[in-house]
């Protein structure tokens, strides 16, 4: 199985700041890449595909990059309903698999 | 507009079954695959395995062979989810989620959510 490790696994960031969360593959995963936002007692909201692909609705200030196996996803100016924790998730091959998470929390 | 939604909450005991149901709507059922998703509590998201309607096959990730089946009923759209021989470690938040392919995709639509507790 391809084993998803995200860094951080947690962040305090501050409204209006750039954060960046890392995603990293064991072994190459070519562009299927998911990115997914969950908040407490909801289920997770897609996000991005393909690595980079916003989903319709997405706000622009969310972008994704990187290729292979590594991979990161940039808010690029924090709002307050940014706050949530974030999975990535490899659909290469089955089983498909997350990344442990990355909470991200308000300074 | 598209929507999965899922069962109400469970409580079983060790031992017993249950069936997490899924209804579809607003789009092709066939079309897309179901996907099932654990979320043990405080903890991170788990694929569990997939049903795809065009093969009929479903796909088990490791761990979850044997108690669990995943199955789809066409002709009133909905997607099942039956586990087995319940223990304490089942319980957790199950959700349905479709995806265009068993590969490739992401999962663009999830269910609010089954919470089953083994108690």
């Known amino acids: 199985d391809i084993q998803m490790t995200q860094s951080p696994s947690s962040l305090s960031a501050s409204v209006g700041d750039r954060v960046t969360i890392t995603c990293r593959a064991s072994q190459t995963i070519s562009n299927y890449l998911n990115w997914y936002q969950q908040k407490p007692g909801k289920a997770p909201k897609f996000l991005i595909d393909v690595v980079s692909n916003l989903q319709s609705g997405v706000p622009s200030r969310f972008s994704g990059s990187g290729s292979g196996t590594d991979f990161t996803l940039t808010i690029s100016s924090l709002q307050p309903e940014d706050f949530a924790t974030y999975y990535c998730q490899q659909s290469y091959s089955t089983p498909s698999t997350f990344g442990q998470g990355t909470k991200l929390e308000i300074k | 507009q598209v929507q999965l939604v899922q069962s109400g909450s469970e409580v079983r005991k060790p031992g017993a079954s249950v069936k997490v149901s899924c209804k579809a709507s607003?789009?092709?059922?066939?079309?897309?695959?179901m996907n099932w998703v654990r979320q043990a509590p405080g903890q991170g998201l788990e694929w569990m395995g997939c049903?795809?309607?065009?093969?009929?096959?479903?796909t088990y990730a490791q761990g979850f062979t044997g108690r669990f089946v995943f199955s789809l009923d066409t002709s009133v759209t909905t997607a099942y989810l039956q586990i087995s021989s319940l223990k304490a470690e089942d319980t957790a938040m199950y959700y349905c989620?479709?995806?265009?392919?068993?590969?490739?995709?992401?999962?663009?639509?999830w269910g609010q959510g089954t919470t089953v507790t083994v108690s």
């Open positions: 607003g789009y092709r059922f066939t079309r897309f695959a």
């Open positions: 049903f795809n309607p065009n093969t009929g096959n479903a």
């Open positions: 989620a479709r995806s265009p392919s068993v590969r490739y995709y992401g999962m663009d639509v």
